[in-house]
């Protein structure tokens, strides 16, 4: 159980993973400050948290804009509470276009907010997260970040940002209170991921995971995530790689037809 007093960041709270990691580690004590782009599912979110007694903020900020992420630290500023943990989520894929054709727009799209983003609010935190003494950061990068796969270039090249940007920032504050924890899940059931991914094409979406036995869910991960983040803080789990049973490599899923 983390100290009653700390506070936990989470980007893209609004959905999937980041929903179910701002519900585990309110549990786990944290007041959690939601953060996503859709303030009315922020809302709800902090009301069902509230609800079960945790503490929660919503603060609606879009990654992709210096300002938002200008305002979330400062609404971040004004919690009386230390700040401990930054978990960097907001994401996601778009396309699955080879090298030849993928329209560079998804791929700018995919590196502003996958890499940029998680630099925007890394930049913005590390200050309050130094201060608090015992500080962790955790990005969600994928096995993506690890390996690539045919029509996942654009989203293989900013995960492998993400994990450099995990890596590098770990040498970097070697010797500061703040430890860098970089979680790399494989396939994840989520209600967004895939529909974002095809632009709103629920049957292609759902065709991933077709006949894959038990994809992870959201809850896994942030299993995963309060996991990493509750060890003692000497402790610093540096990469966490999580796949399903069926999925022994990003190539290789079991997948029973009907
Ligand atoms: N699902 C998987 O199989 C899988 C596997 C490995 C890694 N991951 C990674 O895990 C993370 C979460 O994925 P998920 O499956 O939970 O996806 P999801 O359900 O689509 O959630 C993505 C979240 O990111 C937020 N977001 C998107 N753009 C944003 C922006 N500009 N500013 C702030 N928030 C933004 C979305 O909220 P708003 O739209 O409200 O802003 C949403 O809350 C991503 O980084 C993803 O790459 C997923």
Not at 100 to 125: E, F, H, I, K, S
Not at 151 to 178: D, F, I, N, S, W
Request: aromatic share 4%; with cysteine.
């Amino acid at each position: 159980m983390a100290s009653v007093a700390s506070v936990a960041v989470v980007t893209g709270a609004s959905s999937g993973i980041g929903a179910a990691t701002a519900r585990r580690l309110a549990a786990e004590g944290f007041h959690v400050v939601a953060a996503a782009r859709r303030a009315d599912r922020l809302e709800a979110l902090v009301k069902e948290i509230m609800m079960s007694g945790g503490r929660a903020t919503a603060v609606p900020c879009d990654v992709t804009s210096d300002a938002s992420v200008a305002g979330l630290a400062a609404a971040v500023a004004g919690l009386a509470a230390p700040v401990t943990l930054l978990v960097n989520n907001a994401g996601g894929a778009r396309g699955l276009d080879p090298v030849a054709t993928g329209p560079v727009a998804d791929w700018q799209w995919m590196y502003d907010v996958n890499v940029l983003g998680t630099l925007r609010v890394t930049q913005a935190l590390l200050p309050a997260l130094e201060r608090s003494g015992a500080g962790t950061v955790i990005v969600l990068s994928s096995t993506a970040g690890l390996i690539v796969y045919e029509g996942g270039g654009g989203y293989a090249a900013a995960k492998h940002a993400q994990t450099a940007l995990a890596e590098t920032l770990r040498l970097e504050l070697c010797g500061q209170p703040v430890r860098v924890v970089e979680i790399d899940p494989g396939m994840v059931r989520t209600e967004e991921f895939g529909l974002v991914r095809f632009g709103g094409d629920a049957e292609r979406a759902a065709g991933v995971y077709a006949g894959v036995a038990e994809p992870l869910t959201a809850e896994d991960i942030a299993d995963c995530v309060a996991w990493c983040a509750t060890r003692p803080h000497h402790v610093n789990v540096d990469r966490l790689v999580v796949r399903p049973l069926a999925q022994a490599a990003q190539h290789k899923v079991h997948r029973v037809t009907p």
